[in-house]
């Protein structure tokens, strides 16, 4: 199916989001849409999907205009969104995720419906047993299933927000095919992303958005030099590593066991320094989040001890590690990191000490706005949290972190963020190396985990590997443990 979008013009306030894009889809093409946060790759993206409204323009498909009210409305015209985060739900079977949205009223023919599931998951190679439920599937095959859902629902064109987010190597090497087939099956891809190597290596051709305007297009080969110009202005470099020198034991972890519903990990001890970056490594559930959660006192450990500064605070909650200079920043930004409805200055003076029994507005609008300087937060000091783009909302946690710092924890700091945006944060939270404090994080993306990290753990089903020298491993070493190869050798006593 060819789409075009002719003129497109979207308004919030006083932000222009969508400035005039005109753009053009060949059918059976994999069409890269690039820029950096805050571009207005989704703005558009939700447009042709019936999410929002544009407030002029036009949407043509195979040459005839249509009008699309809603995902409903853009489901049955065949365009289908496959979201960053899945849209499903996680304590249901696998096959009744499968049939929303579907017709057919409240009691559709399962029986039906699982054979068209299992015709439809063997044509494109997934292995998913309908009868499961979503909370026990990787991030990877909750892809798959939305993938085989709007298949189903007759989606021609797919619109792939940040699809290689939070994903494996092995997990983008089956997506990657199955767009690859679709494609040639005469679908229309479009894939949005801020990483060019996987627009390299995937996409037929790509156009850059900056500031809600359409910068410009490429056919592939691509010249990656130039795509960077266009997202940024400039060219981007992440520059060279930077060596911690260790100063003092902030963490150790002493024959440390963790458990939960899934699997144990066993007997761990890590001495952690002042000043260096430890990176968690590891496919999504092989432990790397209770380990984690458990040195911020999120999580108690089964055995062992966690001393910070010499000082046992094994079994203590969260707010005796934090009164000890530890922070924990999550993943789930908007779930469990900020308030989704608050202003950045509500956000502000909750994260300041009272000074008293009333509270200080003025004093927390001065804060906000020398916060949202300091940390160049795109936003005001009444901006509610959720109307920021991932990038400030990760900016705008960074901003909440207290001083002075002994430990730093992060999920994920840079998730769904352009390059520019990811040199931003780590050179935030380098500072806080250099002052004192020490760092450890969890990351998918194996390029930034070696890039950033003085040592490196590897997690595989439970195991935890000896600290891995940064600066002496490469991707595919580090890729080798993650799926499991080389562990005799490499595993911790």
């Known amino acids: 199916m060819k789409v075009e979008l002719h003129s497109i013009h979207k308004h919030f306030g006083k932000v222009h989001a969508n400035d005039d894009i005109t753009l053009n889809i060949p059918a059976g093409t994999i069409q890269g849409i690039l ?11 939700k447009v042709l999907s019936g999410f929002i409204q544009a407030d002029s323009g036009d949407i043509l498909l195979d040459g005839k205009p249509i009008i699309i009210h809603s995902p409903a409305d ?96 092995s ?21 949005v992303s801020h990483k060019l190597e996987d627009v390299e290596a995937l996409c037929h051709q790509a156009v850059v ?48 066991s963790l458990e939960d519903v899934r699997l144990k990990i066993k007997d761990v001890s890590l001495e952690v320094h002042a000043g260096e970056v430890i990176g968690l490594a590891g496919m999504e559930g092989s432990g790397q989040g209770p380990f984690l959660r458990a040195c911020a006192g999120l999580m108690r450990p089964v055995g062992g001890h966690v001393l910070l500064k010499g000082q046992d605070l094994t079994g203590k909650p969260y707010h005796a590690y934090k009164h000890h200079g530890v922070e924990f920043l999550p993943a789930s930004r908007l779930e469990e990191g900020l308030v989704p409805g608050l202003t950045l200055t509500e956000h502000f003076i909750l994260a300041e000490e009272p000074k008293g029994m009333f509270i200080d507005r003025e004093y927390g609008r001065k804060l906000a706005e020398e916060r949202i300087k300091s940390f160049n937060i ?9 109307s920021l783009s991932g990038g400030n909302q990760q900016r705008a946690l960074l901003s909440l972190l207290n001083d002075p710092l002994s430990l730093v924890l992060i999920e994920h700091p840079t998730r769904g963020l352009d390059i520019e945006s990811v040199i931003y944060i780590w050179s935030k939270l380098k500072d806080r190396c250099r002052q004192g404090a020490a760092i450890l994080f969890i990351s998918s993306d194996l390029e930034e985990v070696l890039q950033y990290s003085d040592r490196v753990l590897v997690f595989f089903s439970g195991k935890v590997s000896e ?27």
């Open 467 to 493: 600290p891995l020298d940064a600066a002496q491993t490469s991707v595919e070493q580090l890729g080798q443990l993650i799926g499991g190869r080389g562990w005799p050798e490499k595993q911790a006593v």
């Open 35 to 45: 820029g950096e946060n805050g571009a207005g790759k989704s703005t558009l993206m």
């Open 171 to 191: 997990q983008k090497v089956k997506l990657f095919a199955t767009l690859r087939k679709l494609a040639a099956e005469g679908k229309t891809m479009i894939f």
């Open 378 to 386: 795109k936003g005001t000091p009444v901006s509610t949290v959720e």
């Open 74 to 169: 853009a489901i049955k015209h065949g365009i289908g969104m496959l979201h960053q985060d899945p849209l499903d739900f996680p304590p249901m079977r696998i096959v009744d995720n499968f049939i929303l949205g579907a017709e057919g009223g409240l009691f559709p023919n399962r029986a039906v419906v699982v054979r068209d599931f299992k015709l439809l998951a063997e044509q494109y190679g997934f292995s998913i047993d309908p009868d499961s439920y979503v909370d026990a599937l990787t991030v990877g095959e909750r892809q798959q299933l939305e993938i085989l859902r709007l298949l189903w629902l007759g989606a021609r064109v797919l619109i792939l927000d940040e699809p290689t987010t939070g994903i494996s190597s």
């Open 209 to 256: 958005l900056r500031q809600g305007k359409l910068i410009g297009e490429m056919q592939k080969p691509f010249d990656p030099k130039k795509l960077v110009a266009m997202m940024f202005g400039k060219e981007i470099s992440l520059g060279a590593r930077q060596v911690a020198k260790p100063g003092e034991a902030i963490l150790s972890l002493q024959h440390v």
